[in-house]
């Protein structure tokens, strides 16, 4: 995926950019297509805007089907049907805008690569930030790429390793040299192996898992646990840090470390918002994190100190993201848990609506207050995450003026966000980011102006201790780069200095 941090015209939500599934069986004379259709439909909110799968055929030979659409329609019933092989890869892609190139079929995944000495095909989840500079070494080593994305670095990148040698987990080690970045992926080679590798920091989530019947032994890989339970498969594992594994559909699952360290950078928003609450990252189950972010936020909240407040008090989340976290705050505050705001599940996709007013608008078709359970109350109103503050705004509104509630006070599970991510979720630039922005013009009371803006009596941020604890992982565990700045990669650094002197070259 080209690396990229959104305009203002799109998302008021950091966006996922993909999820990745695979599976080996030992039976050839098995199709596994309608598993990967059921393992990429149960990952499907990672990623919405194309699908594509890779399948050994029978024969040995590799076929990638890919179409831009929800998996559902991409992998309908008539193409489920012509695909038939024991051993394949699926990617889920998240809808970027921008360029339309990146709408063409080669830039959706599966990427598969094909010349004289190899052939095979890679799905993807990250983002490698310095892979401009990796491609321009590979152009003047004579590689000629068709798309201008960071998958095909990886594949040339890949490509040119591999010239002389078979030995994948030692193609594979050597790649992760090249790479600076955060990446989950898959490989299906020719030969009908899957080779599954994490980054040395683990930002993005990846695991495994298997069924083993009577009949036939499969295994998996996924983004997701929620990807294996759909299929019915036990979860063994996450994939490690620094990891590779081999699933082979002749000889079960190995795995071999390319680096062990200490310090690792999971994506702390995965347990915030990304992660479907039904999955378990890296030890940690996401509905329970979410729970805790819930309980930790009423623990501090002054709010809940005063009688005046607590009598006439709701706890109401904003759907679905603030969900969890509300009921983990309703318990722990001993208030009562109110589905307030009617979602029209038939709006979806509401934040990459261009323009503010149809933004605006489009807030009121898919969110609408329940008056009779709202009126005259004090509405403790819970939600991930503010980014711009142009939503929130208008759901604060529309709790106020729609559905008349007395006082709305906004708890948000996530600390202020303060700078984009380079690591692969799709943010807004810096000036977008209504906490970076503020804290800049007004300084220590930023949280306070940030209040007057939405319109909320009162605001309160999850602190950067109490979200390590809620997820349990401490800081040289955790990226937490959008909530304080600084980044575990070194190619980011470089490209963050690359962009502040071209911003002060400007002014
Ligand atoms: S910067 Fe934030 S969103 Fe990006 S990887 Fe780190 S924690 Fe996740």
Redesign the pocket.
Known sequence: MPLKICSESQRDK?KEHCAIFGVACDDIGFSISKILYSGLIALQHRGQEATGISLIETGGNIYTYKRKGLVSKVLNNRVLSRLWGNVGIGHNRYATTGAQEYNSPQYLQPFHFKNNEIEFSLAFNGTIPNYTELMKKLEDNGRVFVTNTDTEVIAQLIASLSIGTEDWPEILRLTSKFLDG?YSLIILTSEGDIYAIRDPLG?KPLCIGELKTEKRNLYFVSSESCGIDAVDGIFLRDVKPGEIIHISHQKDIHSEMVLETDKT?I????YVYFARPDSIIDGVSVAEARLRLGMYLAKKDPILKDPNIRENAIVVPVPDSGRSVAVGYAKEAKLPYVEGLMKNRYIWRTFIIPGQSRRKAAVKEKLNPIKSVIEGKDVILLDDSIVRGTTMRQIVQLLKNRGGAKRVHLRISCPPII?P?????D?PTKDELIAAKFYEEYGESYIEEIQKHIGADSLLYQTKEDLSRAIMKNENK??????TGKYPLKSVEKLREIEESIAKSRT
């Open positions: 950091p955060s930002f950078a994506c702390q928003f995965e700078s991510c380079y690591m692969g979720i943010f955790l990226c937490r780069a959008c909530l």
